[in-house]
């Protein structure tokens, strides 16, 4: 793992254009209060790690950026289109959110290259054979060309998990959202993959990014966002947040997690 | 330091038996009580099977014109051969019969080429066989134009008539029933109450009395003189019972493919039609193949109710002629050859849908 930071590479800068704000944003699974007046704005360019507990509704706060959660309460603007329920503006925010999950969610019926091709295909419009370039290119930005043609289930579960970012970045999307990327992984793959991630941050790209991985927070994040209980407990650049944290409860989850 | 590891060279397997000896030990007599088992099959076996070759291969009689050939002792299949254009083409002239066997020669022969992989229409000709080939079909049936004499459907019978209404309601009950169940998992509440009553409906009816409805008590609802062709009607409740049954046979499969699918096509901007046609159903109808055909062996024998309506088929027909005075004490042989052409039947499209699986777990880890 690069221990060396890499802010200060050129492609790491961060603008004054607003790409996400989320302004008192509630949300209820039933009686459950799982997300408690989330105040949070992301510029271009920002790396952010959200770390917490589970149950802290960290999965559900990023969720909520591409709808595939509602929020009760408050307002959501993404990309200066607001998150309602017009099924357009979900639609137009989706096709500028990438998002990765846990457990891949690769389409098992297709190829590799067919399923980085479907959504330039299908949603953009693009004639199959941009499509299929695109798709290869990203591809090989991921390291593994030469899987194109194999189905998903059979390749290892580093390389699945790098099929599903190239899938994602074949829609050009401004903002990148990853869901524990890697929580799914044997540890030897876990690196692969936070490579592909540590270069598409050195390119700029605008990522939030729920994950236990300290590391990587250190290497990539200008800021690192605590959640426990629904809320933001603090938020800080990593060497702040890791050396200081102010709250008792940062400090009660960094030693649980650093320390073992 | 480290001494360098040599990886154990991979050896075979101990030999314990092979072959068909060792299958037969393995499977046939690995205990007492299969062995016991295994011989009282094969006593049943000597008892049943000579017999019945005896009767229906070695002593039958297979060519002649009339009762009177029959001699052997055996099975008479003179009474099938002897009645075998009426079998397959129930009351249908004989002078126009090319017109079906053009029409299903042509289905065939459109047909092949789906099943060559190398085939790069396919799209096109399914296009083709699902919309025109069955306006194409009728015309050749039907008549009425084109310089073709009429004729009319109720001389349609035999397994001419088994064909049409199981290829008609098969071809029908699967899209109905795509249809319905995405409509029963609808978030939608209209969509979803009328898919479940539509499914609820015709799914608690037997099938008779559906056909007995349609046949008896739609012609009181219907003003005078306006007369619904009958094996119409027939072909409409057919479709409507089937596609309820398709309906939750599909919303199985729907069910089984996980939310992360939906999930990850949603976050690509796919929109729901889309998430349907190229991600969820694929899979869906994939995984319950075993159904899907299941529904339509049960619909293809389900055919044989159309006789409670005066509408002759495979079945119906050969009762018809066990009725015949010259042909009175031949009823095995008349059941023994339906149960076989029905069996060849169901037992293809069962052969077809095991191949079909094999072929489609190309790549998946399963």
Same mark, same amino acid.
């Given at each position: 793992m690069n221990q060396e930071t890499a802010h200060g590479t050129p492609g790491m800068t961060i603008s004054d254009e607003v790409m996400i704000e989320m302004r008192q944003v509630h949300k209820w699974y039933g009686q459950f209060h799982?997300?408690?007046?989330i105040n949070l704005t992301v510029n271009k360019g920002e790396r952010i790690v959200i770390c917490g507990?589970?149950?802290?509704g960290k999965s559900t706060l990023i969720r909520c950026i591409n709808r595939l959660e509602e929020h009760q309460t408050g307002q959501i603007i993404v990309d200066g289109v607001e998150l309602t329920g017009d099924i357009k503006h979900i639609e137009k925010i989706r096709r500028e959110v990438g998002m990765v999950f846990q457990q891949f969610?690769?389409?098992?019926?297709?190829?590799v290259l067919e399923n980085c091709a479907l959504a330039p295909l299908?949603?953009?419009?693009?004639?199959r054979r941009d499509a299929e370039h695109i798709a290869m290119q990203y591809l090989e930005r991921v390291k593994?060309?030469?899987?194109?043609?194999?189905?998903?289930?059979?390749?290892s579960g580093g390389q699945q998990q790098r099929v599903a970012i190239a899938r994602s970045l074949c829609m050009n999307p401004r903002i990148m959202l990853f869901?524990?990327?890697?929580?799914?992984?044997d540890p030897e793959m876990i690196k692969e993959v936070l490579d592909v991630m540590i270069e598409l941050a050195e390119s700029g790209m605008t990522m939030i990014c729920v994950t236990h991985e300290m590391g990587f927070a250190k290497t990539v994040a200008n800021r690192v966002i605590f959640m426990d209980g629904g809320e933001i407990i603090e938020q800080n650049a990593p060497e702040e947040f890791f050396n200081?944290?102010?709250?008792d409860r940062t400090k009660l989850f960094l030693s649980q997690i650093l320390d073992h | 330091m480290a001494a360098t590891h040599v990886p154990q060279p991979d050896l075979p397997p101990p030999i314990i038996s092979v072959g068909v000896i060792g299958w037969m030990r393995r499977n046939?007599?690995?205990s007492l009580p299969n062995t016991a088992l295994t011989l009282f099959a094969l006593y049943l076996l000597w008892l049943l099977i000579p017999p019945a070759i005896q009767w229906a291969l070695?002593?039958? +009689?297979?060519? $002649?014109? *009339?009762?009177? +050939?029959?001699? $052997?002792? *055996?099975?008479?299949?003179v009474f099938v051969q002897v009645r075998f254009y009426q079998f397959m083409?129930?009351?249908?002239p004989e002078a126009e019969s090319w017109r079906v066997n053009l029409a299903f020669g042509l289905l065939i022969a459109l047909a092949?080429?789906?099943?060559?992989?190398?085939?790069?229409?396919k799209g096109w000709l399914s296009a083709f066989l699902l919309l025109g080939y069955p306006v194409l079909a009728y015309y050749l049936f039907h008549?009425?134009?084109?310089?073709l004499e009429l004729v009319e459907t109720d001389q349609w019978g035999g397994l001419l008539l088994t064909l049409v209404l199981a290829g008609v309601g098969i071809v029908a009950a699967l899209p109905i029933g795509v249809v319905l169940a995405l409509g029963r998992r609808s978030q939608m509440p209209i969509v979803k109450a009328l898919s479940i009553a539509f499914i609820e409906f015709w799914r608690g009816v037997p099938l008779i009395t559906v056909l007995f409805m349609s046949s008896v008590m739609l012609p009181l609802f219907l003003?005078?003189?306006v007369n619904f062709d009958k094996l119409l009607r027939a072909l409409i409740g057919i479709i409507m019972f089937q596609s309820a049954y398709m309906a939750e046979v599909v919303r199985g499969g729907l069910q089984a493919i996980p939310k992360g699918q939906y999930e990850a096509a949603a976050a690509l901007g796919l929109g729901y039609w889309r998430t349907m046609a190229l991600v969820v159903l694929p899979q869906a109808l994939k995984l319950v193949i075993p159904g899907i055909v299941n529904t339509f062996i049960a619909l293809f024998k389900d055919t044989t109710l159309v006789l409670i309506i005066g509408l002759f088929d495979l079945l119906a027909i050969i009762q018809l002629a066990l009725a015949d005075p010259k042909w009175l004490g031949f009823s095995v042989e008349g059941y023994v050859f339906t149960a076989a052409v029905f069996w060849i039947f169901c037992f293809s499209m069962s052969r077809y849908s095991q191949a079909l699986e094999r072929r489609l777990h190309t790549g998946h880890a399963r």
């Amino acid at each position: 793992m690069n221990q060396e930071t890499a802010h200060g590479t050129p492609g790491m800068t961060i603008s004054d254009e607003v790409m996400i704000e989320m302004r008192q944003v509630h949300k209820w699974y039933g009686q459950f209060h799982v997300l408690k007046d989330i105040n949070l704005t992301v510029n271009k360019g920002e790396r952010i790690v959200i770390c917490g507990p589970s149950g802290s509704g960290k999965s559900t706060l990023i969720r909520c950026i591409n709808r595939l959660e509602e929020h009760q309460t408050g307002q959501i603007i993404v990309d200066g289109v607001e998150l309602t329920g017009d099924i357009k503006h979900i639609e137009k925010i989706r096709r500028e959110v990438g998002m990765v999950f846990q457990q891949f969610n690769l389409f098992p019926h297709l190829t590799v290259l067919e399923n980085c091709a479907l959504a330039p295909l299908w949603v953009r419009k693009m004639p199959r054979r941009d499509a299929e370039h695109i798709a290869m290119q990203y591809l090989e930005r991921v390291k593994i060309p030469e899987q194109a043609l194999k189905y998903p289930g059979q390749l290892s579960g580093g390389q699945q998990q790098r099929v599903a970012i190239a899938r994602s970045l074949c829609m050009n999307p401004r903002i990148m959202l990853f869901d524990e990327p890697t929580s799914a992984l044997d540890p030897e793959m876990i690196k692969e993959v936070l490579d592909v991630m540590i270069e598409l941050a050195e390119s700029g790209m605008t990522m939030i990014c729920v994950t236990h991985e300290m590391g990587f927070a250190k290497t990539v994040a200008n800021r690192v966002i605590f959640m426990d209980g629904g809320e933001i407990i603090e938020q800080n650049a990593p060497e702040e947040f890791f050396n200081n944290p102010q709250s008792d409860r940062t400090k009660l989850f960094l030693s649980q997690i650093l320390d073992h | 330091m480290a001494a360098t590891h040599v990886p154990q060279p991979d050896l075979p397997p101990p030999i314990i038996s092979v072959g068909v000896i060792g299958w037969m030990r393995r499977n046939l007599f690995s205990s007492l009580p299969n062995t016991a088992l295994t011989l009282f099959a094969l006593y049943l076996l000597w008892l049943l099977i000579p017999p019945a070759i005896q009767w229906a291969l070695i002593d039958a +009689d297979w060519s $002649g014109t *009339g009762r009177e +050939d029959c001699t $052997g002792g *055996g099975a008479c299949w003179v009474f099938v051969q002897v009645r075998f254009y009426q079998f397959m083409y129930g009351f249908y002239p004989e002078a126009e019969s090319w017109r079906v066997n053009l029409a299903f020669g042509l289905l065939i022969a459109l047909a092949v080429p789906l099943f060559i992989r190398a085939f790069r229409w396919k799209g096109w000709l399914s296009a083709f066989l699902l919309l025109g080939y069955p306006v194409l079909a009728y015309y050749l049936f039907h008549g009425g134009s084109f310089g073709l004499e009429l004729v009319e459907t109720d001389q349609w019978g035999g397994l001419l008539l088994t064909l049409v209404l199981a290829g008609v309601g098969i071809v029908a009950a699967l899209p109905i029933g795509v249809v319905l169940a995405l409509g029963r998992r609808s978030q939608m509440p209209i969509v979803k109450a009328l898919s479940i009553a539509f499914i609820e409906f015709w799914r608690g009816v037997p099938l008779i009395t559906v056909l007995f409805m349609s046949s008896v008590m739609l012609p009181l609802f219907l003003p005078e003189g306006v007369n619904f062709d009958k094996l119409l009607r027939a072909l409409i409740g057919i479709i409507m019972f089937q596609s309820a049954y398709m309906a939750e046979v599909v919303r199985g499969g729907l069910q089984a493919i996980p939310k992360g699918q939906y999930e990850a096509a949603a976050a690509l901007g796919l929109g729901y039609w889309r998430t349907m046609a190229l991600v969820v159903l694929p899979q869906a109808l994939k995984l319950v193949i075993p159904g899907i055909v299941n529904t339509f062996i049960a619909l293809f024998k389900d055919t044989t109710l159309v006789l409670i309506i005066g509408l002759f088929d495979l079945l119906a027909i050969i009762q018809l002629a066990l009725a015949d005075p010259k042909w009175l004490g031949f009823s095995v042989e008349g059941y023994v050859f339906t149960a076989a052409v029905f069996w060849i039947f169901c037992f293809s499209m069962s052969r077809y849908s095991q191949a079909l699986e094999r072929r489609l777990h190309t790549g998946h880890a399963r």
